[in-house]
Structure formats: C-alpha cells, structure tokens
C-alpha cells in the first residue's frame, strides 16, 4: 500500500463474526487499514479481561509498547497502573486498549519520536474499536486523552471540557449505533503520558486519580 492517499480502512480485515478478543487480535495483526502499519514493528491490540467491568481506550501504543507487542506498557502505562491502584480500581475488572492499533512516529537519527494519530488514522482504526465492543460488555468505559475522545465522542470532544464527568454511552458516541452496548457510563479523563509531560506533575497525577476515583465508585 503506498504511504500517501486516503487510508482504505480497517473493516475488510475486521472478522465479520468474530467469537473472541484472541480471534480479533489475531486478525488484527494482518491489518493495513492505513500506512502506519509500514513503519510500525507490529499491530498492538487490546488486552485485559474478557469480562471486564472497564474498558480503557488510549490513544496509540508508544515505543515500548510497539516493539513489545502489549498496550500501556511503557512508561505511561506503568503510571496508569499506580493511578489504578491509588483510585481502588482492581486491575482484574480492566481491559485497556487504543484508539489506533499502530505506533505513529517520525524517525531522527535512531530515536523514533511520538506522533499523534492524524484524522485519517482514527478513522481507518474505528473498526477494530467497534468490534472489541461488539465483544465486551463493561459497565464503563474510560476514555484516555484527545485522540481516544475523538475516536468515540466525535471531533468536537475537548477533555478539558469534559473530564471527570459521567457521561451516558453509548448515546454520548459520534455513532451511538455502532456500538451494540446496553445504556451505560463513560468518564474522560487526561492520557497518563500527559502527566508525564505536566510542569506540575504532582497536581496532574491527583488531578488523575480523582477522575479514576469517580470511574471506582460508578462500578462499586
């Protein structure tokens, strides 16, 4: 496939009827539903129970995360864990998976630096989105960050705006019909690699773990 144009999208490798997470994932490895899946060393699919109570969606895996094939295991995975613990969520309940399934970056000399997933790539990475829920059915879903709100609440979805708050889903969706979930809650909050990023990054973290606290105590 070449790198330019408009990416074909994910839906000709999605199964039609998938059974199971390890079917899809499986699947998914194959995919070139945009050019990323050039550059990147391999698809990173979600991970987690296959009954989780909460599903989490970031935005892309990172560096660690593509070279090891697991979402959220690189540094900003290894916060989200303490964020988890901190805010009484238990780690068995959870699946956590990304918007867009491919590492998205711009190469400098050996060092491979993050690139946010544009438009296009959202879009050709919401099938494999819809069919993990097709499959899942949490009683929350917890959004990560910008790119994970757009992918699921629509291009106008600002974190800042929103985060913390309980939200209806999937009736708060951009396409609530994709989404064949019974009526439950969604709460967006900041991507853990933000509070790596933040100045402060002490008042990040509890900003963090006060919106996770509010995820714990919708499922308690």
Same mark, same amino acid.
């Given at each position: 496939?070449?790198?330019?144009?408009?990416?074909?999208? %994910?839906?000709?490798?999605?199964?039609?009827?998938?059974?199971?997470?390890?079917?899809?994932?499986?699947?998914?490895?194959?995919?070139?539903?945009?050019?990323?899946?050039?550059?990147?060393?391999?698809?990173?699919?979600? !991970?987690?129970?296959?009954?989780?109570?909460?599903?989490?969606?970031?935005?892309?895996?990172?560096?660690?995360?593509?070279?090891?094939?697991?979402?959220?295991?690189?540094?900003?995975? !290894?916060?989200? !864990?303490?964020?988890?613990?901190? %805010?009484?969520?238990?780690? %068995?309940?959870?699946?956590?998976?990304?918007?867009?399934?491919?590492?998205?970056?711009?190469?400098?000399?050996?060092?491979?630096?993050?690139?946010?997933?544009?438009? %296009?790539?959202?879009?050709?990475?919401?099938?494999?989105?819809?069919?993990?829920?097709?499959?899942?059915? @949490?009683?929350?879903?917890?959004?990560?960050?910008?790119?994970?709100?757009?992918?699921?609440?629509?291009?106008?979805?600002?974190?800042?705006?929103?985060?913390?708050?309980?939200?209806?889903?999937?009736?708060?969706?951009?396409?609530?019909?994709?989404?064949?979930?019974?009526?439950?809650?969604?709460?967006?909050?900041?991507? @853990?690699?933000?509070?790596?990023?933040?100045?402060? !990054?002490?008042?990040?973290?509890?900003?963090?773990?006060?919106?996770?606290?509010?995820?714990?105590?919708?499922?308690?």
């Amino acid at each position: 496939m070449p790198s330019t144009g408009t990416p074909v999208g %994910a839906e000709r490798w999605v199964p039609p009827r998938s059974e199971s997470i390890d079917e899809l994932k499986s699947a998914a490895a194959g995919c070139q539903g945009c050019e990323l899946y050039q550059d990147a060393t391999q698809t990173v699919f979600g !991970r987690g129970a296959p009954h989780a109570r909460i599903v989490f969606v970031g935005e892309q895996p990172g560096d660690v995360e593509d070279q090891r094939g697991l979402p959220f295991v690189g540094p900003a995975g !290894r916060l989200l !864990r303490e964020a988890v613990d901190d %805010a009484g969520i238990d780690p %068995a309940d959870l699946y956590i998976t990304n918007a867009v399934k491919h590492f998205r970056f711009e190469l400098r000399g050996r060092r491979r630096i993050h690139q946010n997933p544009g438009p %296009a790539h959202i879009t050709a990475c919401r099938p494999w989105l819809v069919a993990e829920f097709s499959l899942l059915q @949490p009683e929350l879903v917890v959004i990560l960050g910008a790119t994970a709100g757009k992918a699921l609440l629509g291009p106008s979805f600002r974190v800042t705006r929103s985060r913390g708050q309980l939200m209806p889903w999937p009736a708060s969706a951009q396409h609530p019909e994709d989404f064949p979930v019974a009526e439950i809650k969604a709460l967006a909050t900041i991507h @853990p690699s933000a509070v790596l990023r933040a100045d402060d !990054r002490d008042s990040a973290y509890r900003s963090l773990v006060d919106d996770l606290r509010v995820a714990a105590a919708a499922v308690a």
